[in-house]
């Protein structure tokens, strides 16, 4: 019975929140690692993007609108991580707050020795345990840049900022998303060499397909390798065969074949 109520809240939901099929392709087009998914992918993604979009709240900021073309470039993005996993990932907030450009934030830490450090930092999007989650529109556009693709490091804000959303499901964002006890081992032992070989490459200066930014710290290396993995798969397994198989156990995705 429950099933049933839940199945038909979806149906309606779906029909509520249909995407029109010209924003739909207007949307492939713009994003390519997405066009390129098989059919079956492409329509259970446009049918989880209606449900996010039932489920989410967006906020422009500063006099930032939020069009259909807005929300969908999101939710085709956002939900690309959860094809396999489903929405319930992303139960944790509800909140989208969209500004036209980077935001700045500022920051404020105490070191080891007990002195106060204050800064700006800009940000192309920040995800909070509980939400909001914050984005730039003008960073999201830049995803779709064929620069990005290729031997330039990937760089996806959407997919990067619900890679940290799905890591801190559990309450920490540690690199670390919840797992059971047996894997999280496993996940623990692989991210930590790979993210210590990453960030020798990146000291040493060596060109990387995943954003260098990884090397600030491992959760920021799992939500960079998440970029790379949906967005540049071929290249990632090619650069990365490590920490692929990692990433395609736990999304259960294999993008690198189409999967």
């Not at 739909?24 to 449900?51: I, M, V």
Request: with cysteine; glycine share 6%.
């Amino acid at each position: 019975m429950l099933k049933a109520l839940r199945d038909w809240r979806e149906r309606r939901a779906v029909e509520r929140h249909a995407i029109p099929d010209a924003l739909w392709q207007l949307t492939l087009l713009r994003y390519p690692f997405l066009a390129q998914r098989s059919e079956a992918d492409l329509a259970e993604l446009r049918r989880l993007c209606s449900l996010f979009l039932a489920a989410k709240e967006f906020h422009g900021v500063d006099g930032f609108e939020v069009t259909d073309e807005v929300a969908v470039a999101v939710a085709a993005q956002a939900c690309l991580p959860v094809l396999r996993l489903g929405l319930d990932w992303y139960d944790g907030f509800v909140g989208i707050v969209m500004h036209q450009g980077e935001v700045v934030a500022p920051r404020r830490f105490e070191d080891e020795d007990g002195v106060v450090h204050e800064y700006d930092e800009e940000l192309a999007g920040e995800a909070m345990e509980g939400g909001p989650l914050m984005l730039s529109w003008n960073a999201v556009a830049a995803s779709h840049d064929p620069a990005q693709f290729g031997v330039d490091e990937v760089f996806n804000v959407v997919i990067h900022e619900f890679a940290h959303v799905m890591d801190m499901r559990d309450g920490a964002a540690d690199g670390v998303p919840p797992l059971p006890v047996a894997e999280r081992e496993r996940w623990i032992e692989v991210i930590d060499t790979e993210w210590a070989r990453f960030c020798d490459r990146v000291d040493a200066g060596e060109q990387t397909l995943i954003d260098p930014y990884g090397a600030e710290a491992v959760e920021e290396f799992f939500a960079v390798a998440a970029e790379a993995f949906f967005v540049a798969p071929q290249a990632l397994r090619a650069e990365e065969p490590a920490m692929y198989g990692l990433l395609a156990g736990f999304f259960q995705q294999d993008p690198a074949a189409g999967a």
